[in-house]
């Protein structure tokens, strides 16, 4: 089993790396001849004595998802990971439709609000998007940054009213915070 936990994670570290579409099919092809030697020679991964064979590795898990086993049977089925890539490397997305699409890519990738990033997204100015995203972005008088409506209106929502109040009086942008 251990051939094979070693081969499954050469498989799934040349999908990780992007590596050359014939070293990922390599490696592909050396984890399914590890894979049937065990069979052949042990029976499935699943199998209730290499299962217990196998138990206090942490990547016993990672061998049981390379077949889909039937214990009334005894008999197993290859997983996808055999027969073709199973991983992608996460391409960064380039452009954004809509400035609520850009607020969702930048939510993903950036995990904030990222106005620089969605700017480039949308390939216009923040200036000319941010009335769009109006209700859906707050620009927080305490940290300073834009937030997204669920986080700038969850917690201590007086003292943020409070703080929106105090600082419309010298801000105009917001004044419509100090009215919600």
Request: overall charge negative.
């Amino acid at each position: 089993m251990i051939q094979v936990r070693d081969a499954v994670r050469q498989c799934l570290r040349t999908q990780l790396e992007d590596a050359d579409e014939d070293d990922i099919k390599l490696a592909r092809t050396q984890l399914n001849q590890a894979y049937d030697r065990f069979v052949a020679r042990n029976g499935p991964v699943s199998d209730r004595v290499n299962a217990l064979a196998f138990r206090g590795d942490p990547d016993l898990p990672l061998l049981f998802s390379l077949e889909n086993y039937d214990s009334e049977t005894n008999k197993a089925v290859k997983a996808a990971i055999f027969r073709e890539r199973t991983i992608q490397k996460q391409k960064s997305i380039t452009s954004a439709e809509s400035p609520k699409e850009a607020v969702i890519i930048s939510l993903n990738e950036k995990g904030r609000v990222d106005l620089p990033h969605m700017a480039s997204l949308l390939g216009r100015p923040a200036e000319d998007f941010l009335p769009e995203l109006k209700g859906i972005l707050f620009f927080n008088p305490q940290s300073h940054e834009w937030e997204t409506e669920d986080h700038y209106l969850s917690g201590d929502v007086r003292e943020k009213l409070q703080t929106a109040e105090v600082a419309s009086v010298n801000e105009p942008r917001f004044h419509e915070m100090s009215r919600r």
